[in-house]
């Protein structure tokens, strides 16, 4: 079976057959064994990179190769090309969730259960990791806005970044506590956006 390009489906029709994917559905069995190939070698790094790219280049919005590349490059330690792949694959379930998605928040149950809008949103979380492990403090002050505003519930665990980040401000860089004033927050926060942390 060939792989889907989800870009030539109606939106309910690609967010159903996306949400497949993510599992592993809609996979040619070509790429399945480029991705097989490439998992059995964790201590050939070139080669399991190839293959893995290979892969990608077969099913380009398929989020199987994009989430194998991306964890290959993150336990790699190779955090640059974790994020490119991180936005790549922002970009296609953008493309999945279409270009009216996030005028308004997803209501609680989509961030809670529907497998794109979750898909989309530890796909910003991911970015800003790597952003703070980065030093990319400004990325990652907007990508963390932007998931509360469509992740107020905290379905996905985003705040604790906010946390660590205000944490980091207020007690070990003043010139960028400074430049970054509105992200402070308070001692041992609870859990949550609204623990003490402002985020407008």
């Known amino acids: 079976m060939a792989t889907t390009d989800f870009a030539q489906l109606g939106l309910d029709d690609a967010a159903t057959a996306f949400a497949h994917a993510v599992i592993g559905g809609q996979l040619s069995p070509d790429v399945t064994d480029l991705l097989a190939r490439a998992a059995a070698m964790p201590h050939q790094a070139d080669e399991a990179q190839a293959l893995l790219e290979q892969a990608r280049a077969a099913a380009p919005s398929h989020p ?22 991180g936005e790549d694959a922002l970009a296609v379930v953008r493309g999945v969730l279409g270009p009216d998605f996030g005028d308004a928040p997803p209501t609680d149950e989509q961030a809670r259960g529907d497998v ?21 403090l400004d990325e990652a002050v907007r990508l963390l806005r932007e998931l509360k505003r469509l992740d107020p519930g905290d379905h996905v ?3 604790l970044l906010w946390h660590v980040l205000a ?13 970054h004033p509105a992200i402070v927050g308070t001692d041992n926060p609870l859990r949550g956006w609204d623990a003490g942390v402002p985020l407008h």
């Open 64 to 85: 199987a190769p994009l989430v194998a590349l991306y964890r290959f490059h993150f336990y790699g330690h190779r955090l640059p090309q974790a994020r490119q792949v």
């Open 116 to 136: 794109c809008v979750r898909f989309y949103l530890f796909a910003l979380k991911g970015l800003a990791y790597l952003n703070l492990r980065l030093g990319q």
């Open 157 to 159: 665990g985003g705040a």
């Open 167 to 179: 944490d980091h401000l207020s007690n070990d860089d003043p010139d960028l506590r400074d430049a």
